[in-house]
């Protein structure tokens, strides 16, 4: 069973930056990592996604340049950088985990909270 455990969110900034991490026990069932985000009222949104056995990264089109996904196999551990942060980046953010290149996602951590303010 896969355990993923966020964590690095708090409040920042207008232009700051914040690192997420999640943490995934079980790694070896899985394919695909990502990150979603909502906010009270709205749908989960997409954020990125990096496939493990291909290493690709994909970065939902309005958050390029600005966000960035990666993974540290080390530490069983992925990654979402965040940069020149804007207020409208404020929502939970989930990290997600699926055993399979495509279809629903399997796994799903509590959420960390981003906040950013102007």
């Known amino acids: 069973q896969v355990q993923l455990v966020e964590s690095g969110g708090g409040s920042v900034q207008a232009g700051g930056s914040l690192r997420l991490a999640c943490a995934a026990s079980?790694?070896?069932?899985?394919?695909?990592m990502g990150w979603f985000r909502q906010t009270p009222g709205k749908e989960r949104e997409w954020v990125a996604s990096?496939?493990?056995?291909?290493?690709?990264?994909y970065v939902a089109e309005l958050l390029k340049g600005r966000f960035a996904i990666s993974r540290d196999d080390a530490k069983n551990t992925q990654y979402l950088q965040m940069n020149s942060l804007k207020p409208e980046d404020t929502a939970m953010y989930y990290c997600?985990?699926?055993?399979?290149?495509?279809?629903?996602?399997?796994?799903w951590g509590q959420g960390t909270q981003v906040t950013v303010s102007s």
């Open positions: 079980g790694y070896k069932d899985i394919d695909v």
């Open positions: 997600a985990a699926r055993r399979v290149s495509t279809g629903p996602w399997d796994y």
């Open positions: 990096i496939y493990l056995s291909r290493d690709w990264t």
